[in-house]
């Protein structure tokens, strides 16, 4: 009973927080407004997250690990066809992104290192979690192409699915054209090099 309380009220800080960060920015939420939104005491609050990089942390990770379970099942809709594979991962991400301004924020954050602009979110660990989450989707997909194509050479999976991300990254942030081209057009840069048109 008291660890489902404590799940709840997590959970309810999370939403609340992840609300008053793509509203207003990280720098002008208030712990004390993330409690009152919650329903939550201030001292719950620290409790459970440390302090306010404790909450924006968890927060980032939240969304950072849905991500990476819809690109997983996006992936396994389509085990052993490259195209429609890498499409809906593609398409699925570029969806994601356009629905959650914090996921978009954390997705491009490392482009804005050195002018030192964090995206509208103005974000804390953001930063960090961008370059892992990077790593992991690139993980992710090489780890699906590899299974769905065995013969292939490991490093050229490694070289395409990481490509794959970061052009798809480099599409949020300055988009050409619109979600259902993006995402075919990136299919077919993986497909080619990975010599796999049918």
């Given amino acids: 009973m008291r660890e489902r ?31 009152d939104r919650a329903g939550v005491s ?15 942390e968890a927060v980032v990770l939240r969304e950072a690990s849905r991500f990476l379970e819809g690109i997983q099942k996006a992936l396994e809709a389509h085990v052993g066809d490259a195209k ?22 954390v997705l491009i954050s490392n482009r804005d290192l050195d ?11 953001l930063l960090t979690t961008s370059v ?9 997909l ?14 050229d999976v490694i070289d395409a699915a990481d490509t794959m991300v970061r052009l798809t990254v480099s599409h949020l942030a300055l988009p050409k054209w619109d979600r259902t081209s993006t995402a075919r057009k990136i299919c077919e840069v ?8 049918s």
């Fill in 132 to 140: 892992r989450l990077l790593d992991l989707a690139s993980d992710t």
């Fill in 42 to 56: 201030r001292a719950a609050l620290y409790k459970e997250f440390g302090d306010k990089a404790g909450l924006g």
């Fill in 5 to 35: 309380f404590r799940e709840h009220m997590r959970a309810a800080v999370l939403e609340a927080a992840h609300d008053l960060i793509v509203d207003r920015g990280w720098d002008r939420v208030r712990m004390g407004e993330v409690a």
């Fill in 84 to 105: 429609r594979g890498i499409a809906a991962a593609v398409d699925y991400t570029l969806n994601e992104a356009g629905r959650s301004p914090l996921l978009k924020a």
């Fill in 190 to 197: 993986a497909v080619r090099f990975l010599s796999l048109e």
């Fill in 142 to 155: 090489a780890g699906w192409v590899a299974e769905s194509y065995p013969s292939l050479p490991p490093d």
């Fill in 115 to 125: 002018t030192g602009s964090q995206a509208s979110t103005g974000m804390l660990p």
